[in-house]
C-alpha cells in the first residue's frame, strides 16, 4: 500500500530561497544541486533579505533565475571585483560570487587571485566541471589531461596546452584567503558536506574573517558526451583524483568559529 504524503511526513521542499523556475540547465548538471545548497544555507541563515549575488558569464550566468536574492551580473570574469565594489559599499550585506572554472580560472584569473590576496570579505561559489560548457563545450584551464573538448579533439597534450589549474590549491597560499575548501556534488554524502562548506564559507564572512572559497566539482553530461548516470561516475573516477576533495586553507579565526 502507498504512503499517504502529509505534512508530517514530508522530508524535503523547495526551499524558500529558491524560484519556482522551471530548469533550464542540461539533465544530468549538477548546477541545480548547487543552487538548491546555497538557497538552503542563506534561508537558514536568515539572510536571503540582505544576499547580493553576483552572475558572472556562462552556464553559471542561470543562477539569477534561481536562486531568490538580489542579483547583479559581471563582465565575463569581472564578478570578483564587482562582488568587491558592493561589499565595500554595503559592507551589511552578505556578498557572493557564483563562477564556473571557465569565467573564473581563465578570464577572471587576476580578478579572483587579487580578491584572495587584498583578503576580501566575500564568498565566492566556483562550479568546476573541467569545460566550457555554454559556449559549447571547449577545453577549460581545468580540462583534464587526455580529456577530449571541441577544441582538444584528440585529448589534451599537457606539452602544447600545459596543465590543469588546481584553484583551491593556489588560492590557499594567499595570505588574505581565511577559508578555501574542495567538495564534490556527486553523491549524497559529499552533497551534504558541500553544504556544510557553503554554510561555513558565509559564516565566515558573517563575521568578517577574510575571502572564502567553495570549490564544487560538478558535471557536464553534455560537455563530456555522458549520461547523468556515467557522468556521476567519471567525475569520482577522473576528477576527485585529479581535484583532491579537502580543506586547503582554513585561517586561525576560522578554525575558532563555532558553527
Not at 565594489?85 to 581563465?106: C, E, H, N, W
Not at 584572495?116 to 583534464?144: D, H, K, S, W
Not at 577530449?148 to 597560499?173: C, F, H, N
Not at 554524502?189 to 558541500?194: E, F, P, T, V, W
Amino acid at each position: 500500500m502507498a504512503t499517504l504524503v502529509t505534512p508530517e511526513n514530508i522530508v524535503y521542499k523547495r526551499p524558500v530561497g529558491l524560484t519556482d523556475t522551471v530548469t533550464t540547465y542540461c539533465p544530468g548538471c549538477t548546477h541545480g544541486i548547487a543552487h538548491r545548497l546555497v538557497a538552503e544555507v542563506l534561508e537558514e541563515m536568515n539572510v536571503l533579505d540582505r544576499t547580493i549575488g553576483i552572475a558572472p558569464v556562462g552556464c553559471s550566468v542561470f543562477a539569477y533565475n534561481f536562486i531568490d536574492c538580489d542579483f547583479l551580473e559581471a563582465a565575463h570574469g569581472r564578478a570578483p571585483a564587482m562582488a568587491t565594489g558592493v561589499k565595500r559599499v554595503l559592507p551589511d550585506r552578505i556578498v557572493f560570487t557564483y563562477q564556473g572554472d571557465g569565467d573564473m580560472a581563465s578570464i577572471g584569473m587576476g580578478e579572483i587571485v587579487h580578491a584572495a590576496a587584498r583578503g576580501e570579505n566575500i564568498t565566492v561559489i566556483f562550479i568546476n566541471n573541467a569545460i566550457y560548457g555554454m559556449t559549447g563545450g571547449q577545453m577549460a584551464p581545468t580540462t583534464l589531461p587526455g580529456m577530449k573538448t571541441t577544441s582538444s579533439p584528440s585529448g589534451r597534450d599537457v606539452e602544447a596546452q600545459g596543465y590543469p589549474i588546481r584553484m583551491a590549491e593556489m588560492l590557499s597560499t594567499l595570505d588574505g584567503a581565511g577559508y578555501i575548501v574542495r567538495r564534490s556534488l556527486h553523491d549524497p554524502a559529499n552533497i551534504r558536506k558541500a553544504k556544510k562548506a557553503i554554510r561555513t564559507a558565509f559564516e565566515v564572512q558573517k563575521h568578517a574573517l577574510g575571502f572564502s572559497m567553495v570549490e564544487l566539482l560538478s558535471t557536464c553530461s553534455t560537455g563530456w558526451g555522458l549520461t547523468p548516470v556515467e557522468s556521476l561516475t567519471w567525475l569520482e573516477e577522473h576528477m576527485i583524483p585529479a581535484f583532491p576533495l579537502g580543506d586547503y586553507k582554513i585561517s586561525e579565526p576560522v578554525a575558532a568559529l563555532k558553527i
